[in-house]
């Protein structure tokens, strides 16, 4: 029997990715939560707001990254769990963390294809010019990837229903959108404030996504990069353990 | 000597609840294995180690040498799993279904159409490969379900309750394919509580019951065990409400029970009890319409070693394949 190399479980994850895009993509809670979520969330910020649209491209550009990548997850794992196809994983030739990877990198497919979309529609609708383009992809891959984890971690919760994954996730999603600067800028913070919002990898995602614009980086961009590789790795780390301890309890 | 599978000592704990408890046995290859038991007993829970589903919390598995926590990649590439519920995708279509899992599996994608194809239509569903799996029958998802299990060229097959709440024409048909992959060489792990399904398709059985493995042997030799059970079963042309208890009566009887318009009256001395019958349908002026003796049976057999009573699940799991017989196939 040949050997199951690293490339191969790559290649498994990446199966794994290809059929939750056709299966969940369209589905209605990451259509909700991924695509309407943000777009909402910015038109109810921007409209009627003396600033001009184009300045306000980084903090469309940050939300989608932000919503749509953390929200397919959160569905697609508990649905599986519930129909147990999830056990199908479990029980082929791969190993748990490439499992989670291939559901994470779902996620990040997602969140890219939406945020492309933000960005086609800032430079094309808006008048947006991109100043950085290396910077400006290089947020938007660790980002996507940050973010999909974290919804990977909440979706260790052991339960079949999405809806009990996803509300204790929008306790943190929510309130991350009033201390990572998005609303009010982290330099207009009180210092704790300030101190908040360095916590937030969304603060990090929307530094990157204005220096990428035209804009510039409150944190410095060395700070943004290595605060969303530390919070991706975390965020894989728990939801590797989390699921490890689901087998192990069920 | 390598087995198909092999347990030492294997457990499993539910917070305090032990579900499993340290059960070992060999399964051979080749051979049809059974694993049998009442609702309840560990099955689930035991084919979800094997299959590194779930995690053991003490003792070791195997899967054609390999150890199913150690060596978990290279035990999974050897097997294929049916559970007890048929766990495709519904969005997908049954070619998909299959494909998809072949590509888990890293096969090459020619070897897998190949074998996609073949087992679409050993199946009977090739000319339906490109529909979405939802609008099918359960007997059919069933057999999308064994199929997918197959794609890989696994060497044992686990099927969990593969026959539960399908009609009798699916059952029929799972049977006489699990026989048939079974003849062609494969290692089949079956767990059900369908104690004639055990009966008819395995080389041997294990009785598990509340986490302990109560038995381990060929059906006719576990038969055995309980060949004190003896009976016969007679029905006459009438049945006055008395007459259990005045059968009870008659010389030899230990018991009587009413099954359908039969009466099965157990009994250490056959002929003695047929003489008896005969005598008092003659003096009650009733007409034996059919009469036999029969040996313990498996169920017998089960009540022996298990203590369980398995007859409400039967009805239960009779009442299923009715209702589902009558839906011609649900859908």
């Known amino acids: 029997m040949s050997k199951v190399s690293k490339w191969d479980e790559l290649q498994r994850s990446w199966v794994i990715a290809m059929k939750d895009m056709k299966i969940y993509y369209l589905r209605p809670a990451p259509i909700m ?7 909402t969330l910015f038109l109810s910020f921007a409209v009627g707001r003396d600033v001009p649209i184009a300045k306000l491209a980084p903090l469309l550009l940050a939300q989608t990254l932000f919503w749509a990548s953390s929200s ?13 196809t999830f056990d199908r994983y479990l029980s082929a030739p791969l190993s748990l963390v490439s499992v989670l990877f291939g559901k994470t990198l779902a996620g990040v497919l997602y969140g890219l294809s939406i945020s492309t979309l933000a960005v086609a529609l800032c430079i094309f609708a808006f008048g947006t010019a991109i100043t950085d383009a290396f910077v400006l ?7 996507s990837l940050g973010f999909s984890a974290m919804g990977i971690m909440f979706a260790s919760i052991p339960t079949q229903n999405p809806g009990e994954v996803m509300m204790p996730m929008n306790f943190i999603r929510i309130p991350m959108l009033f201390i990572s600067g998005l609303y009010i800028p982290v330099s207009q913070l009180p210092t704790i404030g300030q101190a908040a919002a360095f916590l937030s990898p969304l603060t990090h995602t929307l530094d990157l996504m204005e220096y990428g614009l035209g804009g ?4 410095g961009i060395p700070v943004n990069v290595a605060v969303l590789v530390l919070y991706t790795l975390l965020f894989i780390g728990i939801g590797i353990s989390f699921h490890r301890r689901i087998m192990k309890t069920q | 000597m390598t087995y198909a599978v092999e347990t030492v000592g294997l457990t499993k704990y539910y917070d305090s609840f032990l579900a499993v408890d340290h059960i070992s046995f060999q399964v051979r290859k080749g051979e049809i294995f059974g694993f049998l038991g009442p609702n309840g007993a560990g099955k689930t829970t035991t084919i979800r180690m094997l299959t590194g589903v779930s995690t053991p ?28 519920v048929s766990n495709v995708y519904d969005e997908l279509s049954a070619w998909d279904n299959l494909v998809f899992t072949g590509e888990l599996y890293g096969m090459p994608k020619r070897r897998l159409q190949e074998k996609a194809e073949a087992l679409l239509r050993r199946f009977g569903l090739y000319d339906r490969r490109g529909e979405k799996v939802v609008g099918f029958s359960r007997g059919m998802k069933r057999k999308v379900c064994i199929a997918m299990a197959l794609v890989n060229d696994s060497e044992v097959l686990f099927l969990d309750e593969p026959t539960s709440g399908l009609d009798v024409e699916s059952v029929r048909e799972i049977r006489q394919m699990v026989r048939a992959l079974n003849e062609e060489g494969l290692t089949i792990f079956l767990t059900t509580h369908n104690l004639e399904e055990a009966n008819q398709m395995c080389d041997r059985i294990a009785i598990i019951n509340r986490g302990k493995i109560a038995a381990i042997d060929t059906p006719e030799r576990l038969r055995q065990i309980a060949r004190n059970v003896q009976s016969v079963e007679v029905a006459f042309n009438e049945t006055p409400g008395d007459l259990v208890d005045e059968l009870q009566r008659l010389a030899a009887v230990t018991s009587v029970e ?11 001395e056959p002929p003695l009890v047929l003489r008896e019958i005969w005598a ?9 319409i059919s009469i036999s003796t029969l040996g313990p049976s498996f169920e017998d057999v089960f009540v022996k070693l298990t203590g369980k009573e398995m007859e409400k699940e039967l009805v239960r799991e009779g009442k299923a394949a009715t209702q589902n017989a009558g839906r011609g196939g649900e859908r």
């Open chain 1, 33 to 39: 939560f991924g695509v309407m979520f943000p777009f």
């Open chain 2, 258 to 268: 009413k099954r359908g318009d039969k009466y099965r009256i157990f009994t250490n």
């Open chain 2, 280 to 288: 008092y349908a003659e003096k009650r002026s009733l007409t034996p």
């Open chain 1, 137 to 143: 992809i290089l947020g938007m891959g660790l980002a």
């Open chain 1, 72 to 84: 397919v997850g959160p569905v697609s794992i508990p649905v599986e769990r519930r129909v147990r």
């Open chain 1, 216 to 219: 510039s980086s409150h944190f």
């Open chain 2, 57 to 84: 919390t003490d003792g070791t598995a195997s899967i054609m040498g390999y150890d199913i926590v150690r060596q978990s990649v290279e035990a999974k590439a050897l097997m294929g799993i049916v559970p007890d």
